[in-house]
T-cell receptor, first 114, second 110 residues
Framework: GAGVSQSPSNKVTEKGKDVELRCDPISGHTALYWYRQRLGQGLEFLIYFQGNSAPDKSGLPSDRFSAERTGESVSTLTIQRTQQEDSAVYLC????????????FGQGTRLTVV | GQNIDQPTEMTATEGAIVQINCTYQTSGFNGLFWYQQHAGEAPTFLSYNVLDGLEEKGRFSSFLSRSKGYSYLLLKELQMKDSASYLCAVRDGGTYKYIFGTGTRLKVLA
């Protein structure tokens, strides 16, 4: 597609339920990133996929968080047994894997855990 | 390890010039990026530096000193629409991962 697409744009869920967030990157972008942004805060790195390499999961805050990516296309971020502190905007970005290329962001999924 | 520091908030007057500083320590370096983020919106790319010096793009300029681990974003002829958060990000030299600072919230006053 023309840009990075994320769905849903908004998600309200009850504490303890599982949620799945989707990201569709720009076609041809081999790198895909997930970030979390709490209200008024900066971008917190979660996970990074690059081609067929093992993903960099160093930013995942707990084992309730996991992500998958199929080849160089869609990625899903899953949060199990959601907690209120998981409430945030989850941003996905994609980029080419070469020097000097910027990351392009989707509009994000605003997750509210009640 | 990686660490990126920016001021939390800045205020400036319409028509003025403002400089937003960013210092970083990273284990590897493959470029420094500045993004603009309006409230409730996604970050959008502003500028990129990989070599020392100044890059100019209209009203916005960005400077990099790799030896000092320092960059700044210069905004000239400020407009009300420039009120936003400005995010400094470093791309790791080995993994090409982007690491973001916490952002600087800029308020432009009439």
């Amino acid at each position: 597609g023309a840009g990075v697409s994320q769905s849903p744009s908004n998600k309200v869920t009850e504490k303890g339920k599982d949620v799945e967030l989707r990201c569709d990157p720009i076609s041809g972008h081999t790198a895909l990133y997930w970030y979390r942004q709490r209200l008024g805060q900066g971008l917190e790195f979660l996970i990074y996929f690059q081609g067929n390499s093992a993903p960099d999961k160093s930013g995942l805050p707990s084992d309730r968080f996991s992500a998958e990516r199929t080849g160089e296309s869609v990625s899903t971020l899953t949060i199990q047994r959601t907690q209120q502190e998981d409430s945030a905007v989850y941003l996905c970005a994609s980029s080419q894997w070469s020097q000097g290329t910027e990351a392009f962001f989707g509009q994000g999924t605003r997750l509210t855990v009640v | 390890g990686q660490n990126i520091d920016q001021p939390t908030e800045m205020t400036a007057t319409e028509g003025a010039i403002v400089q937003i500083n960013c210092t970083y320590q990273t284990s590897g370096f493959n470029g420094l990026f500045w993004y603009q983020q309006h409230a409730g919106e996604a970050p959008t790319f502003l500028s990129y530096n990989v070599l020392d010096g100044l890059e100019e793009k209209g009203r916005f300029s960005s400077f990099l000193s790799r030896s000092k681990g320092y960059s700044y974003l210069l905004l000239k002829e400020l407009q009300m629409k420039d009120s936003a958060s400005y995010l400094c990000a470093v791309r790791d030299g080995g993994t090409y991962k982007y690491i973001f600072g916490t952002g600087t919230r800029l308020k432009v006053l009439a």
